[in-house]
């Protein structure tokens, strides 16, 4: 009975902090700014100090970081150094202000900046950076939206809304393929591929991954289908040979290993270079 309890009381609290536990940690690192940032702002690194951080904008979405948050929100803090200290979230989930100037915005959808400096909206160009994505709709409405007038690029003003929503924050590539191409590689496949390799990578480049990939998988069942197979027929006719069918095993699994590494390594060049 008390052994019993005792496994009872380990499960439960293993439940617990499994129940307790943020779906996904954020992390921050201090960064020196030489301008006032507001929480929830997009952040690019400064192109003469990579120790610092400014706003982010169109002009610099290629150097695009993090968002600025309160020190207190993050999970894991890393202190840095240098005046006007601005804590920035790198990875995990953070509030970050976006505007309606890219439409608006359902949970999902890719966040990108904005015509306004530290404000993200909806990724709708071709290809951008971003900054994660979005966990909320908003459509510029609500309790704590304000508005605000751009340029709509004709020559005329825009009003947007904008306000605060919960982003996964993962700063990676995005190409849209909506409309183009979406017959040859899916829109996951393309920005997973673009994240990975860190820059936009062509169709072909993908699909020849892909092919090395399945070549692997087979090569890899085969190999693996005809080791078992003759194990057991081995072990079945000469018990006594057991333990030298299983280091054969346990070599053809090794090189199993070994080809799917490989072929790991290839896919990356193929995508990266």
């Known amino acids: 009975m008390g052994k019993s309890r005792k496994i009872g009381l380990l499960a439960g609290i293993l439940l617990a902090l499994g129940v307790s536990a943020p779906a996904l940690a954020s992390l921050s690192q201090g960064f020196a700014a030489s301008q006032d940032i507001a929480t929830g702002s997009l952040v690019a690194l400064d192109d003469k ?20 948050v309160p020190p207190s929100s993050a999970s894991i803090s890393l202190s840095g150094t240098g005046s006007g200290q601005v804590q920035v979230v790198t990875s995990g989930t953070a509030n970050v202000l ?6 608006p915005i359902k949970v999902g959808d890719y966040i990108t900046v904005s015509p306004i400096a530290g404000v993200g909206q909806k990724a709708t160009g071709s290809s951008t950076r971003v900054v994660g994505t979005a966990q909320a709709d908003f459509d510029g ?14 020559g005329g003003k825009t009003e947007v809304g904008i306000g605060q929503i919960p982003v996964v924050i993962a700063v990676s590539s995005y190409t849209a393929t909506d409309g183009k ?3 040859v590689v899916p829109n996951w496949l ?5 994240t990975l390799a860190g820059k936009d990578v062509s169709p072909i480049r993908i699909i020849i991954a892909g092919l090395i990939l399945v070549a692997a ?26 333990g030298s069918v299983l280091r054969g095993l346990l070599q053809v ?7 799917l590494i490989l072929a790991a390594g290839a896919m990356y060049m193929v995508i990266a270079r």
Do not use: E
């Open 49 to 68: 100090n990579s120790g610092a951080v400014i706003v982010a904008d169109t002009g610099n979405v290629n150097r695009l970081f993090g968002v600025a």
């Open 98 to 103: 976006v505007s309606t100037a890219g439409g």
């Open 141 to 154: 409405s609500g309790d704590g939206t304000t508005k605000s007038t751009i340029d709509n690029g004709s």
């Open 181 to 183: 191409q979406s017959y």
């Open 190 to 194: 393309q920005n997973l591929s673009n």
């Open 217 to 242: 998988l087979v090569s890899i069942s085969v190999l693996l289908y005809a080791a078992v197979r003759n194990s057991i027929i081995s072990i079945g006719r000469n018990p006594l040979s057991r």
């Open 253 to 259: 699994i090794g090189i199993a290993a070994g080809i």
